[in-house]
Nanobody, 123 residues
Framework: QLQLVESGGGRVQPGGSLTLSCAAS????????IGWFRQAPGKEREGLLC????????DYADSVKGRFTISRDNANATVYLQMNNLRPEDTAVYYC????????????????WGQGTQVTVTS
């Protein structure tokens, strides 16, 4: 079974922080770029950050620049999304996804997707 599983979501107050994890199994994790996306109700899926198999880390959303950071731990086949200074508009389901080698901001380039984890930013 090829899968990605997100964890770490939850409810947080504005200005707070969360770290999401994306754990991979069933494929050669080190050969894939891993991207983070989010989707709020009534909105299209939005690419946020990605990390390639070579360590490149493009970003795709100005709204999260300086607040979100992506990293990967190949030994444990896990990618993280550190989210700081969260805002109510960050409320969404967050997904990780895997694409061969290189990053893309387009969801269609990704072969594997996690089930998503809910992040709710509210006081």
């Amino acid at each position: 079974q090829l899968q990605l599983v997100e964890s770490g979501g939850g409810r947080v107050q504005p200005g707070g922080s969360l770290t999401l994890s994306c754990a991979a199994s069933g494929f050669t994790f080190n050969y894939y770029a891993i991207g983070w996306f989010r989707q709020a109700p009534g909105k299209e899926r939005e690419g946020l950050l990605c990390i390639s198999r070579y360590g490149g880390r493009p970003d795709y959303a100005d709204s999260v620049k300086g607040r979100f950071t992506i990293s990967r731990d190949n030994a444990n086949a896990t990618v993280y999304l550190q989210m700081n200074n969260l805002r109510p508009e960050d409320t969404a389901v967050y997904y990780c996804a895997a694409a061969p080698d290189w990053c893309s901001g387009s969801p269609g380039r990704y072969d594997y997707w996690g089930q998503g984890t809910q992040v709710t930013v509210t006081s």
